[in-house]
């Protein structure tokens, strides 16, 4: 089967991707301390764009250090960081027609920072870290906008070709839409265009900023697999709300820490042992497409098979697919796919280099596993 739709072209606001392919953010703890980034972080993102994917979604950058998860977390926040991220951004744009965006970010309620306490829009504790953020006031919360826009400005400055806000997986900005842990009855909360006004006023903050041409996208919570949570109808409606403000963009997502404490497969991609358990967020985006205008989909969520991907692009259910665990493992997937190797992703879903995180920079366990077992190999059979 020839995978036409997969590597052909399409665009994201002005800006054209060679491919159909995203590297979905992926947080892969490999800055130099205090979020400045350093050759370490160029090398993995040299490799990706290497390795054929069309565009490249930065990792988890952090808009205030209050925002911040680890000390090797990369940040934007004020302009020291912006010679290095240029300099990542440049590694990237030496690889023939590779687009990179830079994700911003705040941990909101799921912070641990040992500086600043955990922020929200209301103060509903957090079970995994025991804490109960701090509600903040409306004064607040309009700072915080600020400090996005003032962030989504400097990775402009960078060379950056897109921005997306993540507002997915509990963090501040999913904080908002989630009727869990939005009680606020001000602007910012009660119905779903009042949970959505921090997204739509960051949104025309960035585009006053940035001007018509610099595409604007949302990693977006569209359910939080919790009682009481965030339902797939409400995801879609925020959606469409979204797409009608002008979002050039919009990655559906799900789940997070709560989910973790509420089930014991907090997230669909845990454990994926058949082909009938890959494509998780496709009932998502098959309930969001009918909403959007002027607007691209990216599904995210267990891609594994190349054929499975050319289908959804074909039937045009989605206008790009995304990827993160299997370009830990490998990296040159999106070119050995499209060399004519159609075999699915190495990846199995095992999520170690999510676990991998909690110590050091990601890696993929199971890849390192096999490469020890070989080694051991060489050297029995050298004896």
Known sequence: MELKTLYSPEKIGNVQIKNRIVRSATFMRSTEKYGFVGQNLINIYSELARGGTGLIISGYTAVDPSGTSSAYQACLYDDSFIPGQKKLVKAVHEYTDVKIAAQIVHAGRQGEHP?????????????????????????????????????????????????????????????????????????????????????????????????????????????????????????????????????????????????????????????????KEENYFLPHVKKIRPYLKNCKLILMGGIKNPIFAEKVLQDKIVDFISMCRPLIYEPNLPNRWKSGDLSPAKCISCNGCFMSMRIGPVYCVTKKRLEDTREKRKVINKK
Do not use: W
Request: charged content about 25%; overall charge neutral; aromatic content about 10%.
């Open 115 to 275: 500086k600043y306490p955990p922020i929200a829009p209301s103060a509903i504790p957090f079970k995994m870290t025991g804490l109960t953020p701090r509600e903040l006031s409306t004064e607040e919360i309009r700072k915080l906008i600020q400090k996005f826009i003032d962030t989504g400005r400097r990775a402009y400055e960078c060379g950056y070709d897109l921005v997306q806000l993540h507002a997915a997986h509990g963090y501040l900005l999913s904080n908002f839409i989630s009727p869990y842990t939005n009680k606020r009855t001000d602007e910012y909360g009660g119905n779903a265009q009042k949970r959505v006004r921090v997204l739509i006023d960051i949104y025309n903050g960035l585009r006053d900023e940035l001007g018509k041409n610099f595409p604007i996208t949302i990693k977006l919570q569209t359910e939080d697999f919790i009682p009481n949570g965030l339902r797939l109808e409400d995801g879609a409606e925020h959606a469409k709300i979204l797409s009608e403000v002008g979002y050039d963009a919009i990655e559906p997502s799900g789940g997070g820490g709560d989910a973790q404490t509420f089930t014991k497969k907090p997230y669909p991609s845990l454990n994926i042992k058949s082909s």
